[in-house]
């Protein structure tokens, strides 16, 4: 679910995406929103850490450390906002090592739904899901692969994302001959039209297996354009290409995403 929504909160990101803006200094300004790395950020933390489990003994001290559970996986994503409704967010990246988490980038500046991250998240609500999610194998994009180094579908004429609540194949990619008109209606994506927000993307497994009508879809991570999105995680477009540079499929990587006062007990 791509399309940004112009609002003054887009004004950093946007600044970010033109390169008028070092992502050093957002990330130090980013602190003001309460995001993580900041005096604010550490009060955003500090509450996280209080609902969570205490550290494994002998593991760093640590949000993914934190986490109540991160099943198989041994990448880890976060995204987290310092409040509910809050669009600006910040994303790390975790590898786990033995039993033990460490955080392998530094936190970058992030845009989400306009309306914040729901536990309640519905079909064009503007939220972004909060939850403990898989990333999809496949990575999918317009321009060529960033250097991901499992399934990249560059994408081509009649590649659709199906977002029809009412459709059998809602909340899938599905490739159609191109030119023909689709089946499926709602909000559907014709992902190889959109150029400036999918040079490339990763799906997040929200609402799969089984797939719930009208409880959301197309929640991926992808590039910002300098604007909140409808429902994805958005990063600055370096950043994008780090992290899929980052990944394996057999790590199993995953993603939590929730305020920060919630993200510790996923």
Request: glycine residues 10%.
């Amino acid at each position: 679910m791509s399309r940004g929504v112009p609002t003054g909160a887009g004004v950093l990101a946007r600044l970010i995406a033109i390169g008028a803006l070092s992502l050093s200094s957002v990330t130090s300004a980013f602190s003001s929103f309460g995001g993580r790395g900041s005096p604010a950020h550490t009060g955003a933390s500090a509450r996280s850490a209080d609902l969570a489990t205490k550290p494994r003994v002998g593991c760093p001290d640590n949000l993914a450390d934190r986490l109540a559970s991160t099943g198989r996986a041994s990448q880890l994503v976060t995204a987290e906002a310092s409040g509910p409704g809050r669009s600006l967010a910040t994303v790390e990246l975790w590898q786990r090592s033995g039993r033990c988490w460490f955080e392998v980038a530094r936190p970058w500046p992030a845009l989400i739904g306009e309306n914040g991250f729901s536990a309640h998240h519905r079909e064009g609500d503007g939220t972004t899901p909060t939850g403990f999610y898989s990333l999809g194998r496949t990575v999918y994009g317009n321009q060529p692969n960033p250097g991901y180094r499992g399934p990249y579908h560059r994408l081509v004429c009649g590649d659709w994302w199906d977002e029809d609540p009412t459709s059998p194949a809602y909340n899938t990619f599905r490739h159609l001959p191109c030119g023909q008109a689709p089946p499926f209606g709602g909000d559907s994506e014709p992902l190889w039209q959109e150029t400036a927000f999918y040079p490339s993307f990763i799906v997040v497994e929200y609402n799969v297996n089984p797939v719930v009508p009208y409880a959301g879809s197309a929640i991926f991570v992808h590039p910002s354009t300098g604007s909140p999105t409808t429902g994805c995680v958005s990063v600055p477009r370096a950043d994008l290409d780090q992290l899929l540079r980052w990944l394996v499929p057999s790590a199993a990587p995953a993603i939590a995403m929730a305020p920060a006062d919630e993200l510790a007990r996923l």
